[in-house]
């Protein structure tokens, strides 16, 4: 198999936390589910690295997003980037992620990226023709050639934002791409920290605390430093 039809070349980081309870360190619920639903649909995930950040008491929920992906998810990349020349790109995605039926890594090679595109979002909000807000940035691909390059938006935003006004800011300087007649995927339905309740989602994949729920478990969690920004 050539480097780049290699799902393994395309590696997916989730970004996500884990909540100690009783003496050990949980994952959301929807996240092993949504795992297992974007390995059947090819993909390859990397074994979890999760903050464990305070909310709200240490940080705004709504920050937590962002500040794991400048701190977390783009240093593990750029480090990826260095020890493996295959490495053609990477993904961040959300705990949350549902991938659309038809969204297979076969598609996805298919479309041949060549800049940083956001595949997976909830809708767009327009002022007259420009773009003024995207809502949920579920799924982001950087390809190698442009990692470097948003490292350096990630540090260069040293205030912790919304990820999705992070995101906005990228697709109005013209950093990021964006397909504003479709998104790829969306969110499963779960219990929210920003939220405080449930967020409701029209994903195929019902949670509702199922058997896929209950059997979906993910062995390997490792915490991430929290003096590891690389910036």
């Not at 009783?22 to 090819?42: C, H, M």
């Not at 008491?57 to 400048?70: L, N, Q, S, V």
């Not at 990826?80 to 295959?86: A, D, P, R, S, Y």
Request: aromatic share 10%.
């Amino acid at each position: 198999m050539k480097a780049v039809d290699n799902p393994k070349n395309y590696p997916i980081h989730y970004v996500t936390y884990v909540k100690t309870k009783d003496g050990k360190r949980n994952l959301p619920t929807e996240v092993p589910v949504s795992i297992a639903d974007t390995k059947k649909q090819g993909f390859h995930v990397l074994d979890i690295l999760a903050d464990d950040y305070k909310v709200p008491d240490e940080i705004p929920a709504y920050h937590a997003g962002f500040k794991h992906m400048r701190d977390i998810a783009m240093p593990r990349i750029v480090e990826l980037m260095k020890k493996n020349k295959n490495l053609q790109g990477a993904f961040i995605v959300e705990g949350d992620l549902c991938l659309d039926a038809d969204f297979t890594f076969k598609k996805f090679l298919e479309m041949k990226l060549k800049r940083p595109t956001w595949l997976g979002y909830k809708k767009i909000l327009k002022a007259g023709n420009s773009i003024h807000y995207v809502v949920g940035n579920f799924m982001i691909y950087i390809p190698r050639c442009c990692v470097e390059e948003m490292k350096r938006e990630f540090c260069d935003q040293t205030r912790l934002v919304y990820s999705d006004r992070f995101f906005t800011k990228l697709v109005n300087k013209g950093v990021l791409k964006i397909d504003t007649n479709r998104s790829y995927a969306s969110e499963i339905e779960h219990t929210s920290n920003v939220k405080g309740g449930i967020r409701e989602a029209e994903c195929r994949i019902a949670l509702n605390n199922n058997i896929v729920a209950k059997t979906n478990k993910i062995k390997k969690v490792q915490v991430a430093s929290k003096n590891s920004s690389g910036c």
